[in-house]
Each structure stands twice: as C-alpha cells, then as structure tokens.
C-alpha cells in the first residue's frame, strides 16, 4: 500500500475527547512559549536567534487559532451551509504573528507575556519572512478578502499553490535590479499544517478514449495520464475577534510512488529521482510577472493543477455526505475565479462531473455555470491569457475537448442570437483561429461563468464597452462591479496602532470591524487640537520610515519634508516615469534657483519589474542614477531627496503607508484596473495625487475635490487623443518639459554609461506611446505645485489628512466581501462557537 493511501484509512479515535480551552493571559501564553521553546524547538536561554522565539510564541499562538479552526469547521458542518471557494494562483499573505495576535485580541497579553521573558515583540515579528506567494495588487487582495471573509463568518475557504519560492527578492546593485530566489520556506513555517489524508491526483497528457459502461453506455476517460500528487497545506485565516478560523489550503506538487517504482523496477534510478522533480517542479516558483502572459508550459500545468486538485477536493467533501447526488451541488458550492489563471475549472469540472460522476453534459453545464464565477482584474491586452492549442491538447488532451464541446455550444447560441453574423461568431469564439490558434482564457471563463465582475466602477463599465462588449450585449446581467478594498486590521488598526489608537480614543473601537465609522472624524478636522494630535502621529511614522529609508537606501530623510511615494510593481501604464520626470523639473528649479512657494519634499518610490520586462528595469535604474544625482548635490541640500526602496513588499508597505503625506496614483486613465495601494494610503490620511482612473475616482468622490490632488486626461480623452498624440509638440509648447528632456538627454544623470537611457527617452518622444506620458506632463506639475502650496499650510494639510481618512470607510475589504456575498455568492454567515 502507498503512503497516502494509507492515510487515507480511516481509523477514528472515539476516546479523543475535547481539552480544556487554553488561556489567554499572558502566564499562560508565557507558559506555552517556554514550552515549546525548550522541547519542541529544542532551544534554551543561549540560543541567540531571535528566530526561535518568534516560532516559540507563533506555535503558542496556534495552538489558540486551532481550537477556533475546529469549532469553525464544526459550526460548518453542523449547519451543511453553502460554501464560497476563492481559488487564486496568488495569496501575498505576509507574516502572519501579527495578524493572529491582532485577530485574536491577544496584543496586550501577548506583550506581557514577552515581557516577563525579557523579549519584545517587534523584534519576534520582524523575524518572520513575509510569504510573498503573489506578485501585486491580485495577490493581495485575495489575502484581504480572506480576512474579510473570516472577519464576517463566511464560510469561504482559499484555494493555491504552495509555491517553494515566492517572489523574488530585489536587490539593486549599481543602480539596477538583480533578482534573488527567495527561498521563504527554509527555516519552517509554523503557520502551517500539512495533511497528505487529503492528497489528490492530478493527471496530465495521455489521451482520452471511448469505452462502454456497465450499462452499455458510451463514456469517455483520460488514459495513459501522467499524473502528480497534489498534497495540501492548510493556514488558519483569523476573523476579527470573532471566533471564526477560515482555511486557506495551498496545494504542492508530489510525484506519485507508482511512477518512483516503475522506474526504480526498471533500473533506471537517476531516471525515476528525475522524473520525481519534474512533478514537483509544478509548484516550485511563482511566476513573476505581472500583468503579461508569457505563455510558458508549466503555468499552464500550474493553473490545471490548481483547478483540478482543488475542484477534486471539493467533490470529494461533497461525496463524504451526498454519495453520487449532485441535485443540489449548485446550491451549496460556488466558485470565485481570480482573474483567469484558474478557468481550467470550467472544462475541468464539466470533466469531473461527466467522466468520473457519469452526469450528463446538460446537467453538468447547468452545475458549472451555476456555480463559477470571474472577477478581471486589468483590461491590459498583454495580460490576457491565451495559451496555444497545441499546448493545451499535449498537456490536457481530455479537457480540451471539453473546451471545444463548450465552444461548439456556444457559438450555436450566438448563431442564434445573430443568425448569420460569422464575424461576431469568429470574435467571441473561445478558440482564435491563426497560424496558431489559441484557447482564449477571458471567454472560456466568460461563458462558463454565471457572474463577471471588474474591480473598480470605471473599470467594470470599460469592460462592456470594450473587451467584452459582445458578451455584454448577449447576457447584460452576468456583468457587475464590485470596487476593490484593504482590509482595515491589517492596513491599520495593525500597521499604525498610534493612528488606531488616536482614532479609537475618537470614534470608539467599532471601528476595526465597521469602517465607515471613520466618518466620526470629520468633525474634528476642524479641532486645532486634535489637528496637532493627528500632526505628531503622522510625524512619528515619518520617523519610522526615514529610518527604514536610511537603513534601505543610505538616503537621509528629514520629517519634516514632504513624504512623496509611489510604491507598487514598476509598469509603464503606471508611469513611474512621468513621476521621476516631475523629480526632474525640481531639480531644475533648484538648480535654476527657483524656489517660489518651495516645500522641501522626500520622494520615494519603490516596486519590483518583472525578469524579463526591460523598459521597466530601466526605469529602475534612471530612479536610481536621478536620486544619486540629486542627493549629492550639495546645492540642492535636504531640499529635495529621492530615493529607490528595494524589495518592496507587504511587510515594507506596513511602515510605508502610515508615514506617507502624498500618495502617487498616476497611471494613464483607463489603464489601472482599480489600485488597492491608493487605498491603503488614503486610510492612513495620506492625500492622493491622481487621475481618474480605477478606483480613484471612487476615492475622490468619497473625500471630495478639494482634498484630492487631481490632474491628467480621462479615459475617453485618452483614447480621443492618441491618433493625435504629439509628444514633440508638447515639449516644444512647454518651457519647463523642454528643460527637463534637455537634461535627461544631455546625460546628466548616465555621466560614465552613455546611452542607457535612449530607450526611455525614444518612449517619450514616440507618438505611438501608449501610455501618453507627456500629455499629462503640465498638468501633473500644476498638480504637484497645488500640493506643495496645500503642504507649506500645516493646518490645512492635516486638515485634509484627516478627511481622507475619514472618508475611508468604503474601502474596506469587509464592504466588498458583503457586495460579493448579497450580489454572487449568497452564503449565510455561520458564527462559531466562542471558545471559553
Ligand atoms: C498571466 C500573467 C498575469 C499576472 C498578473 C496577468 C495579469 C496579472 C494582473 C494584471 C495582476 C494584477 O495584480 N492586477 C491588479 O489587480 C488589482 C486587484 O484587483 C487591481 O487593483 C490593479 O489595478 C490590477 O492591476
């Protein structure tokens, strides 16, 4: 018998009866910690990594999440509820100490407890390696709706990958950017818990083939499979002070024992430990790019994985209490798809259904498309998913003709629908004919889906206008929106306990778990004195960042500057350059002595490029080469100070967004999806300075015009303007935007590397740059220029501040999980049991 199969008998143990609840005062927790500090861990008191106390105390930590994990599954199961599954090939979780102590309401016994070990528990924290499982805004934002999820009792669980590294980490080495594996999982991860009881298999090539069933009928099964275990790791999600432990499960890759004896039998060892990787190679790395698809074989291995392994998993609970009946399969299951990366599940669980539970195609149709559900997350056509024909029927023989099944389906529908519009039938066609013709993610995900949402308000509406038009005006009601979110414990009530403090002495605690209760605040942006409590906040987590700044980046930060950020992956669309273009301009007017209505300004910007994504990389190192140039300039002085953070990251936006007086959010109009940073920003009363794009818009609507720092063309003007797009006009009818070209063409700031910078420069004066980057250059400044004036009125700023974060309150995760659930998913929340 093989390992797993042998876990899988099920041997019960009636005599298993419950523990007493474990205490949450600090002796206890101290108690705990010594524990497991000496037997588990093996360590005592001249063990000097602080590591090991920082696993002693999460284990302790655990031990509280598992009992709430128990009566949750419990609460689950007794009532058989209807379940959400967010299945996504990203969660950029973080750390998790925090997190769980903030969640569990334990932060003050927690600290005691240290104490009366003589540790602190900022430095355990800062021991822990951020599980960078995703590259941006999609990742995180899966980890934001888990803790909304289990913050509002719903019964929804993640699904993923394990992958053994994350993103990379960055380091910049003469100015540029030098990827570095990030191996998170070496030292453990006490957050975890693995149970290979539930390992699934996952088939891969062969091919399929007809046969007869018991009952004479016709069936068709997927043969000669290579096929890969799928074993899951579990990681408690705490809801706020609630009792409820969410799971997200993330899958990694095992080869089968079969496959290892085979090849052992045959003698041919480094054959078999050969093949053993290649199946494990499945959930070994985490694809880092973000927003373009570079089509490689093992990301589509990695999303079928995920799809299958994760949609068995499910079907197998299901059998455990239904048998074979999946009359109500659609009422009790709903499936949420981030992004397409895991569409596979449409072709998949019509496979599983039809293949392995003999249901019929119409009855299996009518369970898939009642139970997945799309969210988009960008309108970038480089992003979009396509993935090769050939590819997909060498990796998925069975699934692709699920797919073509679909396809046929469908099309017969459109015919319907616009008897004789071949054209229309050729466009929405899941399959794009060609030389090469490709499966086209977005629209098998489309039709298999009862529910398609985008991110942001002007993002879903741009989405029926353009990309899916046709889809829209064959089903109007599948489209929705739903405006992204952050949730509030982590990108606040944790990130700035000052803030969270001050607010709470304000508004009460309510707070934490019912944002808009921020709107309290308002009234006291009039208060003088509280303008000076909020004031010497802010300053503090200056402080904090000027010392993360001086320890990153060798640059000296003066508080009392004005903090100017701009931190997200570095793309063009999001024109990091028009922002180092402005840092320019500044350097110009000091050099030029121009200091009318001058504010002394720190700009920092950090974000990581994709690999492979040049134009990126050299906007990283232009940042670098300008802020060498500037900072040493003595001319310049602590007027003007820019810096490059490497290796940004969740656990760096932690002490970022609390000491950030100027948010950047100054992508070209139509191009950003939603954000999720602005939000983040906004809720630690920093102001934006932005276009009307993605969720900006809803962003100034909710603090209003006078505390929103706006500028640049909207969408529509965008796409009016680019036939006629001329950068050279521009340039020649603005003074300032001469001066600044004339000084980066000049090299000034590539003195000893001639030419690196032609490819950006060429950007700028193409007009074919889709990312107008010019045409937004004078009103950016003005823009900019506003808000140094508003900075240089320290009452009037933090008046603004404070309405910013006041008017915060839509933002949060917990509103857009509710929309989620009333408008998609329709789960009743199911409270657990408190633990006592
Ligand atoms: C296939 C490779 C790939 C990888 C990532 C394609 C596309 C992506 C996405 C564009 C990544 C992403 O993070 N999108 C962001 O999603 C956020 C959450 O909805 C939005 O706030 C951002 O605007 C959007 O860029």
């Not at 100490?97 to 003589?118: K, M």
């Not at 080469?625 to 940004?648: I, M, Q």
């Not at 993605?694 to 909207?714: H, P, Y």
Request: charged share 25%; aromatic share 10%.
């Amino acid at each position: 018998m093989f390992y797993h199969d042998q876990l899988l008998e099920s041997t019960p143990l009636p005599h298993l009866t419950e523990l007493p609840p474990l205490g949450m005062d600090a002796a206890s927790l101290a108690r705990d910690f010594r524990h497991y500090y000496t037997y588990n861990l093996g360590r005592d008191r001249h063990c000097r990594s602080v590591h090991y106390a920082y696993e002693a105390l999460s284990l302790a930590l655990r031990d509280r999440l598992m009992e709430r994990w128990k009566n949750t599954r419990y609460a689950y199961d007794e009532r058989d509820c209807r379940r959400g599954y967010y299945l996504s090939l990203e969660f950029l979780m973080g750390r998790s100490l925090g997190n769980a102590i903030l969640n569990l309401e334990t932060h003050e016994a927690v600290r005691q407890g240290l104490y009366s070990l003589g540790l602190r528990l900022e430095e355990l924290a800062e021991a822990e390696h951020d599980a960078g499982l995703g590259n941006g805004g999609l990742g995180r934002l899966a980890a934001c709706f888990l803790d909304s999820c289990a913050t509002l009792a719903l019964p929804v669980q993640g699904y993923g990958l394990r992958y053994e590294y994350g993103m990379f980490r960055q380091k910049i080495v003469d100015g540029q950017q030098v990827e570095e594996p990030d191996h998170w999982l070496r030292a453990g991860n006490p957050w975890e818990i693995e149970r290979p009881e539930y390992t699934q298999r996952v088939p891969f090539e062969g091919r399929s083939e007809f046969y007869r069933d018991h009952a004479g009928e016709t069936r068709v099964r997927w043969v000669d499979s290579r096929d890969v275990l799928a074993v899951p790791y579990d990681l408690p999600i705490p809801g706020f002070g609630n009792g409820t432990v969410n799971t997200l499960r993330l899958w990694k890759a095992a080869a089968t024992d079969e496959f290892n004896l085979g090849e052992f039998n045959a003698g041919l060892y480094p054959e078999s430990v050969a093949a053993k990787n290649q199946a494990e190679h499945i959930s070994m790395i985490l694809y880092p790019n973000d927003a373009s698809e570079n089509g490689k074989e093992l990301r589509l291995r990695q999303q079928y994985f995920l799809a299958s392994a994760s949609l068995q998993d499910v079907l197998a609970r299901w059998g455990g209490t239904q048998g074979e009946d999946f009359s109500t399969f659609a009422d009790k299951n709903v499936f949420q798809l981030n992004d397409t990366h895991p569409s596979c599940c449409v072709p998949e669980l019509m496979r599983l259904l039809i293949d392995q539970h003999g249901l019929g195609w119409d009855e299996a149709w009518g369970i898939t498309t009642r139970t997945m559900a799309y969210t988009n997350h960008t309108l970038l056509p480089e992003a979009l998913e396509k993935w090769p024909v050939r590819l997909f029927q060498r990796l998925l023989p069975r699934p692709l003709e699920i797919v073509y099944e679909i396809n046929a389906r469908f099309l017969a529908e459109v015919a319907r629908h616009w008897p004789g519009d071949t054209e229309r039938q050729r466009r929405m066609s899941i399959i794009e004919e060609g030389p090469e013709p490709m499966v086209r993610m977005a629209f098998l995900a489309l039709v298999g889906s009862f529910s398609v949402n985008g991110v942001a308000a002007l993002h879903s509406r741009l989405l029926t206008e353009g990309l899916f038009r046709d889809f829209y005006e064959l089903w109007p009601a599948k489209f929705n929106n739903k405006t992204n979110g952050v949730t509030p414990r982590r990108w606040l009530a944790w990130c700035n306990p000052a803030l969270a403090r001050l607010i709470t002495d304000t508004v009460g605690q309510g707070w934490v778990a019912d944002l808009p209760q921020l709107a309290g605040l308002a009234p006291r942006a009039d208060d003088p004195e509280f303008r000076q409590r909020w004031r010497g906040v802010k300053q503090a987590n200056k402080e904090r960042l000027a010392a993360l700044v001086r320890q990153e980046c060798e640059v000296e930060f003066n508080p009392q500057a004005l903090f100017d950020v701009q931190v997200k992956r570095i793309h063009e669309y999001k024109r990091q350059l028009l922002n180092i273009l402005h840092v320019i301009h500044l350097y110009d007017r000091l050099k030029r002595g121009d200091l009318q209505g001058w504010t002394d300004r720190c700009v920092l910007i950090g974000g990581k490029a994709a690999p492979g994504y040049f134009m990126a990389k050299t906007i990283i190192k232009l940042i670098n080469n300008v802020a060498h140039v500037v900072n040493a300039d003595p001319e310049v002085g602590s007027r003007l100070r820019v810096a490059f953070l490497p290796d940004y990251r969740v656990s760096a936006m932690e002490i970022i967004a609390p000491g950030t007086d100027l948010s950047e959010q100054i992508s070209t109009a139509g191009k950003e999806a939603s954000g999720t940073g602005n939000m983040k920003f906004m809720m630690n009363g920093a102001v934006t300075i932005g276009t009307l794009d993605g969720a900006n818009i809803e962003i100034r609507e909710e603090v209003g015009a006078a505390n929103f720092f706006l500028f640049g063309m909207t969408a529509e003007e965008v796409e009016q303007a680019r036939p006629s797009y001329d950068p050279a006009a521009l340039i020649a009818g603005n003074e300032e935007l001469r001066q600044v070209m004339r000084l980066l063409e000049s090299g000034h700031f590539n003195q000893f590397e001639p030419g690196i910078f032609d490819p950006l420069i060429a950007s700028l004066h193409s007009p074919h740059d889709p990312w107008l980057t010019l045409a937004d250059f004078a009103s950016y400044v003005e823009a900019q220029r506003q808000a140094a004036q508003a900075y240089g009125d320290q009452e009037h700023w933090t008046r603004m501040s404070i309405l910013n974060s006041a008017a915060s309150g839509r933002f949060s995760t917990d509103r857009t999980m509710q929309e989620y659930n009333q408008e998609i998913w329709h789960l009743q929340a199911v409270p657990a049991e408190p633990v006592r």
